[in-house]
């Protein structure tokens, strides 16, 4: 699927089923946001040795923490409230999946974790794509669209630090095992009111 390379697209009748809910897909994107902005912290955390990873990571926090706002002031707009936090099975499904370093390696481990970073920002830009193009909602059709650019900047920045500090990992190899991972659990959502269900 172009530049994303995911091999299973998402069924666009899956914005029929978003649709009929509005209020759970704004609650459940805005903490999306929210975790994403958490999740480049800790690589932050983890990896402050290396300057230019931080400064980018800081830049993407900080807009993720703004796409957080903006979903929450069009939740406001709307008369409607920012539920609790969600889960996000999908999520869960492919940190499992990420190698926890058995012999210690910082290397492994960070190209993991920004693999795995890669692979929801790929997932999440493909579905506002789609949100974009179907949702009768003109006002959200913008809005998505302007977040699946930004969404696919994130991709990049994460796929193309762990081809720089993947020393020693043949890192294009695992990028196809974590495709066809997420190819083989993705035919299992897509009926949810949420942004990967």
């Not at 009748?13 to 759970?24: A, G, L, M, P, S």
Request: net charge negative; with cysteine; charged share 30%.
């Amino acid at each position: 699927m172009g530049v994303l390379r995911l091999e299973l697209p998402t069924d666009p009748r899956w914005v029929t089923i978003v649709e009929k809910n509005i209020e759970e897909i704004l609650t459940d994107h805005a903490w999306c946001e929210q975790k994403a902005a958490t999740n480049a912290i800790t690589i932050i955390t983890n990896n402050s040795e290396h300057q230019d990873l931080v400064q980018d990571l800081l830049a993407l926090a900080k807009e993720e923490i703004e796409h957080f706002e903006q979903v929450h002031a069009i939740i406001i707009k709307r008369g409607l409230k920012l539920g609790r936090e969600r889960k996000d099975p999908y999520v869960n499904d492919l940190y499992l999946y990420m190698k926890k370093s058995s012999n210690g390696s910082r290397v492994s481990s960070l190209v993991e974790r920004l693999l795995f970073s890669a692979m929801i920002e790929a997932r999440s830009c493909e579905r506002f794509k789609i949100l974009s193009e179907n949702i009768k909602d003109e006002e959200l059709a913008v809005f998505y669209r302007e977040l699946m650019e930004s969404e696919a900047g994130h991709y990049t920045t994460f796929i193309t630090y762990a081809r720089k500090y993947g020393t020693g990992i043949d890192v294009e190899q695992r990028w196809r095992e974590w495709l066809a991972y997420e190819a083989s659990i993705i035919a299992n959502y897509g009926n949810q009111q949420t942004i990967h269900g």
